[in-house]
């Protein structure tokens, strides 16, 4: 069986550039579910947005912010499973994952982002580039500091998934190998493949843009596979 990591939770109300930072946090092995370990608080922000409860994280209303309240997860993941389970308490919208890490040049930057609404799913690849005009880059945005790429992301087409508009649990897993990303919604329910360069490099940080409502969303069995 392979090994199964969880990770201490680092809880934020609003996205900054801490987001944008490596963490120095380990991993903690041995745990599946937010129940087995309490996670710690960024004391820099108020936790009025996320806690556990009952074994399940629970993150609702507005961070008061630009950004919906955000949780964030350090990882230190080149191919393995990313995966957790979900679902909506109320009229919450949607929430964003975002995969961060290595982008290739030397620099920590966004890699991958999955978006999930109550409709549909969106992905967006955040390719990096050292040509200042190659295509996707976006215009007048710097490079890198670190590594002097240009961010050059790519918005793909929103798919449109069927029974997300509940309040049941739904599951999205993430399988990264090589170059190659595997991200499904329930199983079969809804699946798709991305070849990426980026993706092949090591994935350093997992975090979430949660727009839950005034009900909130949970989110619960987070589980960090990496392949043996």
């Known amino acids: 069986m392979k090994p199964v990591l969880s990770l201490v939770l680092l809880i934020f109300v609003c996205h900054s550039a801490h987001a944008l930072e490596k963490h120095d946090k380990a991993p ?8 087995t370990y ?30 919906p309240p955000t949780v964030a997860f350090p990882v230190q993941l080149i191919d393995g499973t990313f995966s957790f389970r979900f679902r909506h308490l109320g009229d919450g919208n949607m929430f964003w994952l975002f995969i961060n890490g290595d982008d290739g040049f030397g620099g920590f930057d966004h890699v991958l982002r999955v978006k999930v609404t109550r409709k549909a799913i969106s992905l967006q690849v955040d390719a990096h580039t050292m040509d200042p005009k190659g295509p996707n880059v976006q215009p007048g945005r710097k490079p890198g500091a670190t590594s002097g790429a240009y961010r050059a992301p790519e918005q793909l087409k929103p798919e449109t998934v069927e029974g997300l508009n509940d309040d ?31 993706f092949a490099f090591e994935k350093q940080e997992f975090f979430l843009f949660i727009d839950g409502g005034e ?3 949970e989110f619960d069995d987070l589980k960090i596979t990496p392949a043996t």
Do not use: C
């Not at 947005?49 to 950004?67: A, C, F, H, I, P």
């Not at 649990?169 to 919604?185: A, K, M, P, Q, R």
């Open 215 to 217: 009900a909130g969303m």
């Open 38 to 67: 309490k996670p710690e608080i960024h004391t820099q922000f108020p936790e009025k947005n996320s806690e556990v409860r009952d074994g399940v994280l629970w993150t609702r209303g507005e961070s008061g912010q630009k950004y």
């Open 168 to 198: 049941d649990w739904h599951e999205l897993e993430l399988n990264f190998e090589g170059d190659t990303v595997e991200i499904s919604l329930d199983g079969r329910h809804w699946k798709t493949e991305l070849s990426r360069p980026g």
């Open 28 to 35: 903690i092995e041995g745990h599946e579910t937010f129940d």
